[in-house]
Nanobody, 124 residues
Framework: QVQLVESGGGLVHAGGSLRLSCVAS????????MGWFRQAPGKECEWVAG????????GYADSVKERFTISRDNAKDTGYLQMNSQNPEDTAVYYC?????????????????WGQGTQVTVST
């Protein structure tokens, strides 16, 4: 079992930046791939980015590519999502998730553990 707690959300103006953190506790965080997802009001949950257990591999949704950066520090049991050049379409609740087996897939159903989410609001 892994418990995940996100932080770092808030209100930012368009063009601004935020860094989300996801602190893990419980089982060995470094063994699990991790992903970030988001859900805007009235929309389905959307994969944002993923990272392999050792951090060597990353992937991004087209909508955030070259603006967001996913990373992790296994020594601190923490994952991050650096968000730059934000726009109002980035407004959503952001969730981190980890999965017991396999790489960092884009399907939410393959993830075993989820955080409670953190709200990100981007104003014009």
């Amino acid at each position: 079992q892994v418990q995940l707690v996100e932080s770092g959300g808030g209100l930012v103006h368009a063009g601004g930046s935020l860094r989300l953190s996801c602190v893990a506790s419980g089982d060995t965080f470094s063994s699990y791939a991790m992903g970030w997802f988001r859900q805007a009001p009235g929309k389905e949950c959307e994969w944002v980015a993923g990272i392999t257990s050792n951090g060597a591999g990353t992937g991004y949704a087209d909508s955030v590519k070259e603006r967001f950066t996913i990373s992790r520090d296994n020594a601190k049991d923490t994952g991050y999502l650096q968000m730059n050049s934000q726009n109002p379409e980035d407004t959503a609740v952001y969730y981190c998730a980890s999965k017991t087996y396999g790489g960092a897939t884009i399907s939410a159903s393959t993830y075993d553990f989820w955080g409670q989410g953190t709200q990100v609001t981007v104003s014009t």
